[in-house]
């Protein structure tokens, strides 16, 4: 993800680095659950850990203790698919947080989840406007 700012401080303390990575998961669904939007309090890995998933932004998404412990080592969308508050949109939004496209996940949390903070999204989007900017600049100075 967008972490290159902080790469040099990561490097000093891999600790701050976790904790940094966690609380940014978070703020990115306005501390909400993933899955049924309440209060976020951990993070889910979505392929989880025992069958090989690893702990990167886009196998981790923040979810409430309810979710996060009776999604248990289940596949998550099978496990999804049979709760109450299943919402394809979120079920969605899981599926673009997965192929790292956080934008796109954070627009159909957004529609199932009107009241998400959206300062969080306008955030991400100035930043990748911002990395476009970089990348365009860097190409024309290859070019
Ligand atoms: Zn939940």
Redesign the pocket.
Known sequence: MHNRDAVFLEDLCPKLRVRRWRQSLHTYTGKS?I????P?ESIDHVLPRSRGGLSVTENCVP??L???GHKSDADAFDWYRRQR?YDPRRAMAIRAWMDGDLRLALRLLQWAQPDLDTAQVADLENRNADDDLHSGGWQLQQA
Do not use: R
Request: charged letters at 10%.
């Open positions: 659950c899955y049924c939007g309440k976020s979810a409430c309810s979710c996060n508050f």
